[in-house]
């Protein structure tokens, strides 16, 4: 069974950092590319960041380059999220998000972990 | 950045009838399109790609089309399960973006 489970949320001040992970289960995570995207409260989602198989290509959306840079370790099957510069407006829960894994036919989202910025 | 723009924000919608759900991206996307379904609480569900396909373990019941700029989601009989809100979100450019979401509630 494929799991994506995202740790390292949690409440920081303006100008902060986090570093999240999301330890990946059941798919040969090596071979496959993957995603953040995060969802602020009450609004829809939103893709913050992808990283291809090998760590080759990385892309960002405009709201985080800069400040945001995923990573991923595939001996250790676990994607990151080195966030730093965080503002009120990164409030969000952020996900991991594996592209379309062609042995089940679907998209997997991990539960989530909430990031909040706060003084 | 290819924007997204779906319609109805709102659809109220009584169990059993039919629910359409329309999205319109800025250019066209080709049938780079995906739809989620996301109940309270819950991370989005992977419901449809390729703008017509459905995703393992997705009900008959629910049924996308459309190309170009143009794309439906049809639920043919709604079930209690199926209120929540529904995104599109097209993969043919990068920035990946999504729709605003189209809220589907009882009648």
Known sequence: ?119 | EIVMTQSPATLSVSPGERATLSCRASQSITNNLAWYQQRPGQAPRFLIYGASTRATGIPARFSGSGSGTEFTLTISSLQAEDFAVYYCQQYDNWPRTFGQGTKVEIK
């Not at chain 1, 740790?7 to 040969?28: E, K």
């Not at chain 1, 995060?38 to 913050?48: D, F, H, M, S, Y």
């Not at chain 1, 080195?82 to 998209?107: E, F, G, H, K, W």
């Open chain 1, 1 to 119: 069974e494929v799991q994506l489970v995202e740790s390292g949320g949690g409440l920081v001040q303006p100008g902060g950092s986090l570093r999240l992970s999301c330890a990946a289960s059941g798919f040969t995570f090596s071979t496959y590319a993957m995603n953040w995207a995060r969802q602020a409260p009450g609004k829809g989602p939103e893709w913050i960041s992808h990283i291809t198989s090998s760590s080759g290509t990385v892309y960002y959306a405009d709201s985080v380059e800069g400040r945001f840079t995923i990573s991923r370790d595939n001996a250790k099957n676990s994607l990151y999220l080195q966030m730093n510069s965080l503002r009120a407006d990164d409030t969000a829960v952020y996900y991991c998000v594996s592209p379309l894994i062609t042995t089940t036919n679907r998209v997997y989202w991990g539960q989530g972990t909430l990031v909040t910025v706060s003084s």
